[in-house]
Nanobody
């Protein structure tokens, strides 16, 4: 079994910063891409940022220059540093990872349970 556990969400004022963490645990052979998605009330889930196993990153236009994604392969952990937060960044943030477990070495798509980020004064 593979689990993704997020942490670091909370309430922050506009212009503030937060750092989200997501740790993958379990019988993991390898992890290819890891990323963060978000879903605001009444809206579809959308990609925020992703990072591949080589460190290559991709960002949604609405977070470029404000958010930074990184990963620690030794810890199977991905981070999202969020600066200059805006009220429209309010959403549940979900961690995503493509993991090959030792059970069969095929790549599966895993999701965390989500962490709430609220940007409000």
């Amino acid at each position: 079994q593979v689990q993704l556990v997020e942490s670091g969400g909370g309430l922050v004022q506009p212009g503030g910063s937060l750092r989200l963490s997501c740790a993958a645990s379990g019988s993991i052979f390898s992890i290819t891409s890891m990323g963060w998605y978000r879903q605001a009330p009444g809206k579809q889930r959308e990609l925020v940022a992703s990072v591949d196993s080589g460190g290559g990153t991709a960002y949604a236009d609405f977070v470029k220059g404000r958010f930074t994604i990184s990963r620690d392969n030794a810890k199977n952990t991905v981070y999202l540093r969020m600066n200059s937060l805006k009220p429209e960044d309010t959403a549940v943030y979900y961690c995503n990872a493509f993991v090959a477990p030792y059970s069969d070495f095929r790549v599966y798509d895993y999701w965390g349970q989500g962490t709430q980020v609220t940007v409000s004064s």
